[in-house]
């Protein structure tokens, strides 16, 4: 049929969902085949194990190995000695059942060579795979959430959120606040004011929503905020799409003290009075500060009937632990 025939009624839609179809029938085999690829590359690590560790093979077998593949499969690419070392660690790192019972055949190669060479044990491994999977990220940007501990970081503030928000949703406000954020990517110094790291936050906002995490949409800084022919000013107002509440970010350049929880406490009352639609949740305080006394802190939240919580953040990378730069020097396993 030409261009220039009259089309039947219906046929765009009719075309349109065909095309979807296509599409779908392209990723789920795309999926499929991936896959089995993983399940493959773990055979061929185990047999690779099982030939040197309990039979003795020595390890000029495994480049020995990769010439003969190559030269029996010529098209099939990945069966180089790097790679097939690859699938060995691949095999070492986890028993059979749980390529297929964890989200590891969802994942691209790439990222389980990522996961196994720079993550020790097995629950690190599954919690990053998990969130590579949920949240859809890409090879570089796992690697990116790994060299800054994204998951360790995650739900270590001080909050009183178990005791001010619903069960359904405190754990999920937990989950999302950090401790310390690491805003090293501003390239400044410790001894700058509160504006300066605002505007540099804003500034670098792509970078300023990644170390939040996902779900946070930008809403502005030093928000307006008029309460009785007064005008206030937000550091940095945020909304998060699934808890589906506005989250007010307090910024303190210097060491958290009880009183600055009062100023936050009056934001949260505002913008729940003044902004928030019927509708969303209460409103989520997150008061940042260069340190903090963890006890003054729990203590300050106790009498606190809003969802507040104090995280730390870190303007320059610290110095790592002797035990960190001994885990870094050790090596994949």
């Known amino acids: 049929m030409s261009d220039s025939v009259s089309l039947p009624d219906g046929y765009a839609t009719w075309l349109d969902d065909l095309k979807t179809h296509i599409r779908s029938a392209q990723q789920q085999a795309s999926v499929a085949l991936n896959a089995a690829m993983i399940r493959l590359y773990w055979d061929i690590g185990h047999e690779i194990v099982v030939k040197q560790e309990a039979e003795g093979w020595g390890s000029k077998i495994v480049e020995r190995l990769a010439g003969d593949l190559r030269r029996a499969f010529p098209g099939m690419t990945g069966l180089s000695r790097a790679n097939l070392m690859y699938m060995r660690s691949f095999a070492r790192a986890w028993p059979r059942e749980a390529i297929v019972q964890w989200p590891l055949d969802n994942l691209s190669w790439g990222h389980n060579i990522e996961l196994f060479s720079k993550l020790k044990s097995a629950d690190e491994r599954?919690?990053?795979?998990?969130?590579?999977?949920?949240?859809?990220?890409?090879?570089?940007?796992?690697?990116?959430?790994?060299?800054?501990?994204?998951?360790?970081?995650?739900?270590?503030?001080?909050?009183?959120?178990?005791?001010?928000?619903?069960?359904?949703?405190?754990?999920?406000?937990?989950?999302?606040?950090?401790?310390p954020y690491n805003f090293e990517f501003l390239g400044v110094g410790h001894e700058v004011r509160e504006r300066v790291i605002e505007q540099a936050l804003v500034d670098h906002v792509t970078e300023f929503l990644v170390e939040l995490g996902?779900?946070?949409?930008?809403?502005?800084?030093?928000?307006?905020?008029?309460?009785?022919?007064?005008?206030?000013?937000?550091?940095?107002?945020?909304?998060?799409?699934?808890?589906?509440?506005?989250?007010?970010?307090?910024l303190k350049a210097g060491k958290f003290r009880p009183e600055h929880l009062g100023q936050?406490?009056?934001?949260?009352?505002?913008?729940?009075?003044?902004?928030?639609?019927?509708?969303?949740?209460?409103?989520?305080?997150?008061?940042?500060?260069?340190?903090?006394?963890?006890?003054?802190?729990?203590?300050?939240?106790?009498?606190?009937?809003?969802?507040?919580?104090?995280?730390?953040?870190?303007l320059q990378a610290s110095l790592p632990s002797v035990e960190r730069l001994q885990q870094e020097l050790s090596g994949p396993e």
């Not at 940007?141 to 970081?153: G, P």
């Not at 030093?222 to 937000?234: A, K, T």
């Not at 949260?268 to 003054?296: F, K, W, Y």
Request: glycine share 8%.
């Open 214 to 250: 996902v779900g946070f949409a930008y809403v502005g800084r030093q928000v307006l905020l008029e309460v009785g022919g007064e005008d206030f000013f937000i550091d940095l107002l945020f909304y998060h799409l699934k808890l589906r509440c506005y989250v007010v970010i307090e």
């Open 264 to 314: 936050l406490n009056f934001y949260l009352a505002a913008v729940d009075g003044e902004m928030a639609h019927a509708d969303d949740a209460p409103t989520i305080g997150i008061l940042l500060c260069q340190s903090r006394n963890q006890v003054v802190a729990e203590y300050s939240l106790r009498g606190s009937t809003q969802p507040l919580g104090v995280a730390e953040y870190q």
């Open 126 to 179: 599954l919690a990053y795979a998990a969130k590579a999977v949920e949240h859809g990220w890409s090879r570089a940007v796992l690697v990116h959430h790994i060299s800054l501990r994204t998951l360790e970081r995650s739900g270590r503030a001080i909050s009183n959120f178990e005791r001010t928000l619903p069960a359904e949703t405190s754990d999920l406000a937990r989950e999302i606040v950090k401790d």
